[in-house]
């Protein structure tokens, strides 16, 4: 299949770019930065304007027809909500898409919304509050509302802390931290919000928002949680839901991604086939729920490579980490 997948300048989106490729299948990969490090992955490539721009919709089309693209995956979280707008233009292409409506992207983009609708279906969340004097427990978590990684993320335990970071942070919200071990869920979902597949993983170290080393685990509790978070959220498609396990055994629910993550190159290693599954759904063949299996205790560390332009071939370094 011809696959185009969007946002190759990201983690996920190359994460994507190498499975696709790595199960035989034809990558185009769109990103609009001219120095995204998967243009130096995909088979072919095309440089896009920023989805916020009027041009794009109509570029992103024409690269479909063009490429006679058999599937499009989306990896930024704004490009998502575009395809939920041009369903008419990809069924008339023939392209195959899998992934969720304007009114979960929306739900799951703004974290405020976010939190107080899983609190109303009674799913653990941290008490949320946008008040300058926050009516919430601390210590607390001082975040953009409509922020992703840890972009303008500061963790205080004084209410003056609080006062200082919410002059910081842009279009801000308060939370209680929660106190605890921190996991990752990779996952996908079809009808009715069903979870046919999880890995969930362990997020033992991180940088910038992005595991850099984990390890996968199985546990009642989290996949109930998780399961019940995405039904609330009318999820359809992958998704990346993170959390936390108190000493008590308490999983509380922060956030839905509702794309491929950064972290799946160690969901995907533990066998869980998250995306060859998501290739069969896009194209209407029955996904096989068998593959969608999660092996417990496999780790990852990981590493960086670098891709180097205009040098003599003797002069580039034979490996780079």
């Known amino acids: 299949m011809n696959v185009l997948i969007t946002g190759v300048g990201g983690p996920a989106g190359i994460n994507v770019l190498r499975e696709v490729a790595r199960l035989g299948h034809t990558t185009i990969g769109v990103d609009c930065d001219p120095m995204a490090a998967g243009f130096h992955i995909a088979h072919r490539s095309e440089l896009v304007p920023p989805c916020s721009s009027r041009d794009y919709r109509s570029v992103l089309v024409s690269l479909l027809d063009a490429h006679e693209v058999d599937v499009v995956i989306a990896t930024v979280t704004e490009e998502l909500a575009l395809l939920d707008d041009i369903t008419a233009d990809l069924s008339a292409l023939g392209v195959g898409h899998w992934g969720p409506s304007r009114r979960t992207i929306e739900l799951c983009s703004d974290k405020l919304l976010f939190a107080k609708t899983l609190e ?21 978590i001082v975040k953009p509302r409509d922020g992703r990684g840890s972009r303008d993320v500061h963790s205080v335990t004084t209410r003056g802390q609080v006062k200082a970071a919410l002059q910081l942070v842009p279009n801000p919200l308060v939370q209680t931290r929660v106190m605890g071990r921190e996991f990752s869920a990779d996952v996908l979902t079809g009808g009715n919000s069903r979870v046919i597949g999880m890995a969930a993983r362990w997020r033992d170290a991180c940088r910038g928002g992005i595991s850099t080393a984990g390890t996968t685990f199985v546990d009642s509790a989290v996949d109930e949680a998780v399961r019940r978070a995405v039904r609330v959220v009318e999820l359809s498609g992958p998704a990346n839901v993170q959390g936390f396990v108190t000493a008590e055994g308490d999983v509380w629910i922060i956030e839905i991604n509702p794309r491929f993550s950064g972290g799946l190159p160690l969901s995907l290693a533990s066998g869980c086939d998250l995306v060859g599954q998501f290739l069969r759904g896009a194209t209407g063949q029955q996904v096989e729920a068998t593959r969608l299996q999660s092996t417990p205790g496999v780790s990852m560390a990981r590493v960086f490579d670098e891709f180097f332009v205009g040098l003599p071939k003797s002069s580039a370094p034979e490996t780079a980490v």
Request: avoid cysteine; aromatic fraction near 4%.
């Open 120 to 140: 109303s279906h009674g799913v653990a969340t941290p008490a949320t509050d946008t008040k300058s004097t926050p009516r919430v427990p601390g210590p607390w």
